[in-house]
């Protein structure tokens, strides 16, 4: 029986950082039997899981940008993903993707768990200060998509936005797939204490020891300077390439 093991975000909180360090290190986790799954748009950022799960008249940035249809393109995902799945030589398959954080409501996790064909799975969560937080997710969208004001929408971003209910975000997957299936890991303390929150990613997939501390110093994306730590927080360039090269591939393929 494989395991899955899904990285789920939340954003803002080095995921960018984590997918590209696991881009570039496909081959030594396939030697530690873990394999990061290749996206069907974006190779390190599976978009497809969320948006295929996601109640259809609800959105993400990358959902709106491509057209997506959530109910159309669930089978299709689901038969890519076991085809994977099935073929795959390692014990482990690895998905990331902050957009999963975005699923609240039980039926939008229950297609996520059939989208994986109900194996046993694990969920692997980052959460930080939510003040710090908020701001860096506004910074992120303000580049690319205005706010809402309906209250249930993924950019609205007032005080009493949904978002910040991290209580009930994560509450919604342990709910799913049991609590003691669901890492919830610490974004400012793993930045304060290491520098990067590589090694605990690394140590949550079981992969730490087949790493050096060298493989994942200096590795930061999206970096912008906050305070007197230099974090994660800001929106690269390769989001907006990333997104329209997705968009362009929805468009080909989808």
């Known amino acids: 029986m494989k395991k899955i093991i899904v990285h789920a975000g939340f954003h803002k909180t080095g995921t960018t950082s ?20 290749s996206g069907r748009y974006i190779s390190n950022n599976h978009v497809e899981l969320h948006a295929a799960s996601m109640r259809d008249e609800r959105m993400s940035s990358w959902k709106k940008a491509s057209g997506f249809r959530s109910s159309a393109m669930f089978p299709v995902i689901a038969a890519q993903i076991k085809e994977a799945i099935d073929a795959s030589p390692c014990k482990t398959i690895l998905f990331s993707a902050e957009g999963i954080s975005y699923l609240r409501f039980e039926d939008e996790i229950r297609r996520l768990h059939d989208l ?5 799975t694990s969920i692997i969560i980052y959460q930080r200060e939510r003040s710090a937080w908020l701001e860096s997710f506004k910074a992120q969208l303000s580049t690319h998509i205005p706010f809402s004001t309906d209250k249930d929408a993924f950019n609205y971003v007032e005080p009493d936005t949904w978002l910040l209910d991290f209580e009930t975000r994560i509450g919604a997957f342990q709910k799913a797939f049991g609590a003691e299936n669901v890492t919830v890991v610490d974004y400012d303390g793993e930045v304060t204490l290491q520098g990067s929150v590589i090694p605990s990613f690394l140590s949550a997939i079981g ?11 200096g590795v930061w994306e999206n970096k912008r300077q906050q305070s007197r730590i230099s974090i994660a927080t800001a929106v690269s360039p390769r989001l907006d390439h990333a997104v329209d090269n997705s968009r362009r591939r929805w468009q080909e393929n989808p």
Do not use: M, T
């Open 18 to 37: 984590i997918q590209s360090f696991l881009n570039r290190n496909r081959h030594v986790l396939r030697a530690a039997d873990i394999d990061f799954y």
């Open 207 to 217: 992969a730490r020891k087949v790493f050096h501390a060298a493989d994942w110093e």
């Open 116 to 120: 994986l064909g109900r194996r046993q």
